[in-house]
């Protein structure tokens, strides 16, 4: 059974830091894409980092680049995405999905809040 699970939200400060982590279980974790999303109410979802089949270039948006930090750890078919410098507009609903070859698997999704 595929499965998604992140882990690591809550309240913040703005300024302050969290680390969400994706472990995954099912699948062949180290063959495929892992990309992390966000999501506001009434807004499209919007891709915030994503990292390659077999690790490879990191991408960012630009939003976030020089703040936040994606890793992904084979070993432990965990995908991390360490938040720095958080700002109310942060605040999201955080998703990780794996992708190839047009299949893709969704997390259920993690509430970041950034508010003071």
């Known amino acids: 059974q595929v499965q998604l699970a992140e882990s690591g939200g809550g309240l913040v400060q703005p300024g302050g830091s969290l680390r969400l982590s994706c472990a995954a279980s099912?699948?062949?974790?180290?063959?495929?894409?892992m990309t992390w999303y966000r999501q506001t109410p009434g807004k499209e979802r919007e891709l915030v980092a994503s990292?390659?089949?077999?690790?490879?270039?990191?991408q960012y948006a630009d939003s976030v680049k020089g703040r936040f930090t994606m890793l992904k750890s084979d070993i432990k078919n965990t995908v991390y995405l360490q938040m720095n410098s958080l700002k109310p507009e942060d605040t999201a609903v955080y998703f990780c999905?794996?992708?190839?070859?047009?299949?893709?698997?969704w997390g259920q999704g993690i509430q970041v809040t950034v508010s003071s």
């Open positions: 099912g699948f062949t974790f180290g063959s495929y894409a």
């Open positions: 999905k794996a992708e190839r070859n047009g299949r893709a698997y």
């Open positions: 990292i390659g089949i077999l690790g490879g270039r990191t």
